[in-house]
């Protein structure tokens, strides 16, 4: 599997990179479109602006075909926090439907947002786990009909552990909640049908799992599209954008979740691994993971390092957090010999479709080395 794509990425010639839950790696395919990116602006006429709103097109269809999604729901910005704070300014947070349900698994952007709308009425409930595990029984108890939005990772950044969504979903909708999943850390290397779950909202981005770089996406399940008016909104949000006049409603498609002038280059350089992992295929993508992180799990138990990530493999996500002493000093020695890997609480490896099983060893071996 590793090998037909693995000389794509030149980063991999340097290290055992194993750090795609944090920053993934990037094919070489994008040098040409830097160089042409530079040539558009050496030479730069106004047409210019057209070929790059094609480009954006063209990457707003693969992403939504790569998440299961129709055309024309998926919209894009610099990054996910942008979005999230777009979705929120949509409501109105009057009693008794204006709780906002989230849990303390999140990445911190997400806490945060919700948490900035209490001025606006928006009352947080941020359902506590004492652990790395989500107890979603305990989640579901917490979503009835005071609740608005239920705002959940589906894979912990800090643990890796997954949430089972398709129950979260059923749940959500039979007491009319709307539910927000931030997928950054799975799509990419978890297969996620935004379509087939009938989530309302999913956000996620390119630099991690999906070796693109600075920019992230939404979908926005269709049907809701019309009833949805982001507060914070920009020209080109509007319905006659491109006419240069002033819009007198929002644009029909999910284009209403744009902001200002985009900023196409980061579109360009990131539709070039996700042309490759499309090309791959999602699915054999998961499988690939899930063999790398049994290994990872396999080395970690016979070494006797605590697992702190799901070790059952429909419960994980791509990483593996160990739960190793002085971990941040550790990821520092592993880098120094050129061993990649991320330390946020846990140290949290993080193979893709282009590692090897030999990689995980060589740097499980380099793990156990340098704790003792
Ligand atoms: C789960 C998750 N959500 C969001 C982010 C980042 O959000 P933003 O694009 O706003 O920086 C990260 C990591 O950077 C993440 O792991």
Known sequence: MADSIRDQFPLLGTCVYLNNN???????????????????LRTWRDGV?????DGLDEYLGALAAFIGAPPGSVAVDANLSTLLARIASCFDYRAPRNRV???????PTV?????????YGAEVDVVGTGGPHLDEDELLRRVDERTLIVSVPHASFSSGATVDLERLVEHAHSVGALVV???????????????????????????????????AFLYVRPGLLPGLEPAATGWQAGDRALTFQPSAGYAADARRFTGGTPFPLTALISRVGLELLSGVGIEAIRAHSLVCTERIIAHATEAGIPVVSPVEPHRRGGVVCLDVPDGEAVKYRLAARDMICSWRTYLRIGPHVYNTLDEIDEFMAALVAVTR
């Open 22 to 40: 944090s920053t993934g790696a990037v094919p070489k395919g994008v040098e040409s479109v830097l160089s042409d990116y530079w040539e558009t």
């Open 111 to 119: 806490p945060f947002i919700w948490k900035a709308f209490r001025r």
């Open 101 to 107: 349900v989230t849990t303390d698994l999140e990445f």
């Open 181 to 215: 999943v931030d997928a950054f850390q799975t799509v990419g290397v978890m297969p996620l049908d935004v379509t087939a779950l009938g989530v309302d909202f999913v956000l996620g981005g390119a630099h991690k799992w999906m070796c693109g770089v600075g920019t």
């Open 49 to 53: 602006w057209e070929g790059w709103h």
